[in-house]
């Protein structure tokens, strides 16, 4: 319920009229120093002083699978470009004796498609065949070398983000790729000193290569697909270069957002302690993303606008998205597309193939 504060034109300015069932955390972290710039673990801290940036572990769904996709990246058994078949496919466990069948959020399947495109359509089909290429193990590698300290799966099912994880460090693991790969823990406390001004202690942060500033790069880029034209382009809106992954699980039980630009990273998770589903359409982009972009729009101001910089290692080429492949020379759909130096396609696309068609201007 809300109460009606005023009405001007077609606006209406409300404010909440009651203390909502849902909770819900936001985490930001400056990516260079790792200070925890804000954190907010709950709707009142008078009701509940659970903090669930810190204490609350939920899966974070689709919002785990910029780091299966950078496993797949750093493999380089796969690029942006690698075409996917999107397909329903029967898993089946031996040693459970039972058989997994999963399928998209919307329920539809695209066919071949590359693998930029999955990531910024979110498709789960996709997401698995790249865990299932690369394994489980590299996966749970990577993330804890990105930060992600909590315990995680070793079936094909972390692939779409069934380890539960606190926001905090899975919003510290983008800050990672925010940095190109390198990796500090999170900063609450900066510097304590006496009543006399004297300095007792102070906080060194010191970012560790974790994984290569190419592959940050990469993982970024396809996060920035996501943002440009998947499931969170409401927070274009920002104005910004931004990257980020939405994520939903099972029966919109939690809804999360992690976005960032090069400047400041934010967490954003909703969902109801006890696990309830939330209903119907409440997704990652369709409540989450939102408040993400509320936040951010104020704390980035008037500050200067930044872009993410590409680092060595990475070499551009015009692709046929339809195949993958070069694109011929004169094609009108050819899409600029970045790549890890040495893993250009080296195939032309076909003569029938991206003769036609708008041009791409975007450049990822």
């Not at 001007?8 to 120093?33: N, W, Y």
């Not at 290569?209 to 920035?224: F, G, I, W």
């Not at 976005?259 to 309830?276: K, Q, S």
């Not at 993303?289 to 590409?310: C, E, R």
């Amino acid at each position: 319920w809300v109460e009606l504060l005023g009405i001007k034109g077609s606006e209406l300015t409300m404010r909440l009229d009651q203390k909502p069932l849902i909770q819900g955390a936001l985490v930001a972290i400056d990516p260079r120093t790792r200070d925890v710039v804000a954190m907010v673990g709950g709707y009142d801290f008078r009701d509940s002083p659970f903090n669930r940036v810190v204490q609350g572990r939920r899966q974070p769904g689709s919002a785990f699978k910029p780091i299966v996709y950078g496993a797949g990246l750093r493999s380089r058994k796969f690029n942006a470009a690698t075409m996917i078949s999107d397909s329903p496919k029967v898993y089946r466990n031996a040693d459970k004796r039972n058989s997994w069948k999963p399928k998209n959020y919307g329920g539809d399947f695209e066919g071949d498609i590359s693998v930029r495109h999955c990531l910024t359509h979110s498709k789960n089909t996709c997401s698995i065949q790249i865990a299932e290429s690369v394994g489980a193990a590299q996966i749970r590698s990577l993330a804890q070398a990105l930060g992600v300290e909590s315990r995680l799966p070793n079936d094909l099912t972390i692939s779409l983000g069934s380890g539960e994880v606190l926001p905090l460090e899975l919003t510290n693991a983008y800050a990672t790729l925010a940095t190109g790969g390198r990796y500090a823990p999170p900063v609450f406390l900066s510097r304590v000193q006496d009543r006399h001004g004297e300095k007792l202690f102070a906080s060194k942060t010191r970012l560790r290569q974790v994984v290569s500033p190419a592959v940050a790069y990469l993982t970024t880029s396809l996060m920035r697909s996501v943002v440009e034209g998947g499931t969170a382009s409401s927070v274009r809106a920002l104005g910004r270069e931004v990257a980020g992954k939405t994520g939903t699980t099972n029966e919109q039980r939690s809804a999360w957002f992690i976005g960032y630009t090069p400047d400041l990273v934010c967490g954003v998770y909703i969902g109801f302690d006890n696990n309830d589903p939330m209903g119907r359409a409440m997704t990652g982009g369709g409540i989450a993303a939102p408040l993400w972009l509320d936040f951010m729009t104020i704390a980035l101001g008037d500050s200067p606008k930044t872009k993410f910089a590409v680092p060595p290692g990475i070499t551009f080429a015009t692709i046929d998205p339809k195949t993958g492949k070069l694109a011929r020379e004169g094609s009108a759909s050819g899409r600029r597309e970045s790549f890890l130096t040495g893993t250009v396609p080296k195939e032309v696309a076909p003569l029938d193939s991206g003769m036609t068609g708008a041009g791409f201007e975007e450049e990822f």
